[in-house]
């Protein structure tokens, strides 16, 4: 069988635009997990490994917004170990990168105490809402896997409703929902401000990020590739 492409889970359309390029195929999520899985799914045949890639919460203290970390092994809804020459690369190109367990469940942990017990009972540095999702495709499919993510909100930092109630399905943003969210809890606005300023400044960090990585997201030995890709050779799926 041919291998064409890198298949990269992102959940935001801003991630996936950041990533996308030729040789790698990129679908977003958006939160709602059997679509997610069912388009990664579809593109699986002819990949050469499986990314998940964009931003994460934090689990623990001495995480920064905008810290890069590589993930060892994903706990949670999946149990999955990652590619350790992958991870390696990955941490060797991406300034200040640390190794550490991700999370994921499928749920936005947006409550401090609860990012905080994950953390411990985990042994988790980072949480998101993808991961097990590309990790259960990636196993299925005997696919290199690697979690690379930036933080952009800290463990310390309670997610607003306005945030949580904002993401579409696809990876779009609901600025109704977000907007109605606030109307009826206007007390929400200073954590707002704060999420949004602190996803800005991450997501500037994950594009230098992305170029730092190179084309393969580090992955070692990847092919040129020469012919438009499945998905559209470089763009969401």
């Not at 889970?9 to 996308?20: K, N, P, Y």
């Not at 689990?59 to 994903?74: E, S």
């Not at 005997?142 to 904002?166: E, K, N, Q, W, Y």
């Amino acid at each position: 069988m041919s291998l064409t492409h890198l298949l990269v889970a992102t959940g935001f359309h801003r991630e996936a635009r950041i990533v996308a390029q030729p040789g790698v195929v990129v679908v977003a999520g958006g939160g709602v997990e059997a679509e997610l899985e069912e388009r990664l799914e579809a593109q699986a045949k002819g990949a050469i490994g499986m990314a998940s890639f964009g931003l994460a919460g934090a689990l623990r203290d001495g995480l920064d917004i905008g810290d890069w970390v590589v993930a060892t092994r994903l706990a949670g809804a999946v149990e999955a170990a990652t590619d350790p020459a992958w991870r390696d690369a990955a941490l060797a190109r991406l300034p200040g990168a640390r190794p550490g367990i991700a999370y994921a469940d499928g749920r936005m942990i947006d409550r401090v105490a609860e990012k905080r017990r994950l953390g411990t009972e985990a042994d988790a540095s980072i949480v998101d809402m993808e991961s097990h999702i590309a990790a259960r495709v990636a196993q299925r499919h005997g696919l290199p896997f690697a979690v690379i993510r930036c933080v952009s909100d800290r463990v310390d930092h309670m997610l607003p409703h306005a945030i949580t109630v904002s993401m579409r399905p696809g990876g779009a943003i609901d600025g109704l929902a977000m907007l109605g969210s606030l109307l009826r809890r206007p007390g929400q606005l200073p954590d707002l401000l704060a999420t949004m300023v602190h996803a800005g400044r991450a997501f500037r960090v994950l594009s230098r990020g992305n170029n730092a990585l190179g084309p393969s997201l580090g992955f070692p030995s990847f092919p040129t590739i020469h012919r438009s890709s499945p998905g559209g050779g470089g763009g969401p799926a």
